[in-house]
């Protein structure tokens, strides 16, 4: 069975055995290639996109641009505070302490959504970065509250390559930033060319020491 087949199939038994599922989407090249893997099974899955108020401008022109094309059910996630009124009363948190600009851009917004499902879908692949390099197709997350839900990434063990690979067969668009050298894509403050080519996260919160916003840590507790 190769790897397309295989994620079907993790689809398909993850949906056959939960009743409310949801796909985070960062319009990553994964994520587009699990989208659109997921709409042939379930065409109403709601796509849930961490709105920071900081990404590329490219990004929400072809995050609209997708949507216009593939028609799915796009559920924005934002912040309590809008992007002005955090820098008004903290500054600019991504330079200062990103982690806490992560945290309530991030973290917060999709963490209070998940409650509402219990199977969380995820376009993660081990070869993104080190801390991702044991990440299981199938995994349980728990949250703050308590609140437990599958976590499921069909594409595990896929890699850039053959993600896009699939985009060429399946006739999708990719974001064009990949073009101007950049690997992996987050808000435009704290992504830059990766610095390390074996690393593509290597370019995210460059010198900061950081990897993870601190939605994905891998363990039994997110």
Request: overall charge negative; aromatic content about 10%; glycine content about 6%.
């Amino acid at each position: 069975m190769d790897k397309v087949e295989t994620a079907k199939s993790i689809i398909q038994k993850a949906l056959a055995t939960q009743g409310n599922p949801c796909f985070t989407c960062s319009f990553q090249a994964e994520d587009v290639a699990l989208l659109h893997l997921l709409l042939q099974e379930k065409p109403d899955i709601p796509v849930l996109f961490l709105d920071t108020g900081y990404h590329f401008p490219e990004v929400y022109a072809y995050r609209d641009a997708l949507r216009e094309q593939m028609g799915f059910r796009l559920v924005n996630l934002t912040p309590s505070l809008s992007r002005e009124e955090q820098e008004r009363f903290y500054g600019r948190l991504y330079e200062t302490d990103p982690n806490r600009c992560c945290q309530m851009r991030k973290v917060e917004p999709l963490f209070q959504a998940l409650e509402g499902y219990d199977t969380w879908f995820t376009g993660l692949r081990r070869e993104q970065s080190p801390t991702r390099a044991n990440l299981n197709p199938v995994e349980e997350a728990i949250l703050h509250s308590g609140h437990r839900l599958k976590k499921v990434s069909p594409l595990y063990d896929w890699t850039l390559k053959e993600v896009f690979a699939y985009l060429a067969v399946a006739g999708l668009p990719y974001l064009p930033l990949y073009d101007q050298g950049y690997l992996s894509i987050g808000c435009a403050p704290c992504t830059a060319k990766p610095l390390d080519p074996q690393d593509p996260r290597s370019g995210r919160w460059a010198g900061k020491g950081k990897l993870e916003c601190g939605i994905h840590l891998h363990g039994k507790e997110e």
